[in-house]
């Protein structure tokens, strides 16, 4: 595995870059974060082994949804919270991708692009359940932004339970996809146009092409490897650090996936410029919402609804099962000492940094620094 982070790219070429780039100040935001990210400059944590003398000083993570290296324990809490919010079926993964012509558009106008993407997409499904009278649907919705090569490639990964509410009765789905794609996305091409010409965008001036693309995977079954999945979709970044090859001379070099090959493992080589600039149009505007709930599974009425589908397909959820799920979000994280290999490593206390560089101890342990 490569100990090559993407904050040792931005320490040595952001400055250059800036030079003859601009950054927003979320972009500069998400730099500062991501370099600070466990070198003692946002503070220390103070591990201590349980069973032998041995105590650890680590570094605090920035906690920045862009950051690849603080993703790993917040994918594995979310994943364990949603493992007993799935429902007893099938599910469907679409897939909604805007041409590459609205991609200027959405350098200058993110939000306005991104928001008008949920709401397309999330109109052209309810419009189809309403003319195959299939009630209501439900949804989670993760926006990406990136392709393997961190080219600008904007799409929205969207899981739908394979059934639907038809006022207080479920009804499954029991056919191997949901929608034909060729419907649906002549359908999402106009919603999505529509919803640009709302924002007083002119869909001639883009010169978007007629046939836009709708994907539909095959379904996916009722278990926990749906749970990784669904976390795998919705809380990797656009780079896997993992996937760094090395960095020298100015250019850097990665790994990726070929899907025009066969998904083929390739090596892609960028100067560091380059690198940067693809990285950093992926971040999001301040407070940005990437991961959506609609219809039953939305966040006023999924608790209840969930229930009452459970009941209705006889499934039988554990209330330890259910306990055991809401207790392991209090248990406080460790990990196993290598020293004596048989005591594990608990927070103790944070060691904040002021602002002379001085350190000083707050012995809440559990607490963490924040810096959004």
Not at 163 to 179: A, E, N, P
Not at 279 to 305: D, E, M, Q, T, W
């Amino acid at each position: 595995m490569s100990h090559l982070h993407i904050a040792d790219i931005l320490n040595e070429s952001l400055a250059d870059y800036m030079q003859t780039h601009s950054l927003s100040y979320q972009q500069k935001r998400v730099c500062e974060h991501l370099m600070a990210c466990r070198t003692g400059k946002l503070g220390y944590q103070r591990w201590a082994c349980d069973s032998c003398a041995e105590v650890q000083e680590i570094g605090c993570s920035c906690r920045d949804r862009h950051c690849p290296r603080c993703q790993g324990l917040v994918t594995q809490v979310w994943a364990e919270k949603q493992q007993h919010n799935l429902l007893p079926c099938h599910y469907f993964h679409v897939v909604f991708t805007l041409p590459h012509e609205l991609n200027e558009l959405a350098r200058y106008r993110s939000a306005d692009v991104y928001n008008s993407l949920f709401r397309a997409a999330w109109a052209t499904l309810s419009a189809f359940a309403h003319k195959k009278r299939h009630g209501q649907l439900g949804m989670t919705a993760v926006l990406h932004t990136w392709g393997q090569t961190l080219v600008q490639h904007i799409h929205l990964h969207c899981l739908i339970p394979a059934g639907s509410l038809m006022g207080d009765k479920w009804q499954g789905i029991s056919k191997g996809y949901l929608y034909p794609v060729k419907a649906l996305s002549a359908v999402f091409r106009g919603k999505m146009l529509s919803a640009l010409s709302e924002l007083g965008v002119n869909d001639k001036a883009l010169n978007v092409p007629k046939k836009w693309c709708v994907y539909s995977k095959a379904c996916l079954k009722y278990s926990e490897r749906l749970v990784s999945y669904l976390a795998r979709y919705t809380r990797k970044g656009m780079l896997h650090e993992s996937r760094l090859v090395d960095s020298c001379d100015g250019q850097v070099r990665f790994t990726y996936r070929d899907s025009a090959n066969g998904n083929k493992q390739r090596i892609m080589t960028l100067s560091h410029d380059a690198f940067i600039g693809r990285y950093l149009s992926h971040v999001l505007p301040r407070g940005f919402v990437r991961i959506r709930h609609y219809g039953f599974l939305a966040n006023a009425c999924r608790v209840k609804k969930r229930a009452m589908i459970r009941g209705q397909c006889g499934a039988v959820v554990k209330v330890s099962e259910e306990a055991s799920n809401e207790e392991r979000g209090t248990i406080p994280p460790s990990w196993q000492c290598k020293r004596c290999q048989t005591g594990r490593l608990y927070l103790i206390s944070v060691l904040l940094a002021d602002t002379s560089g001085e350190r000083k101890e707050n012995g809440q342990a559990g607490e963490t620094v924040r810096t959004r």
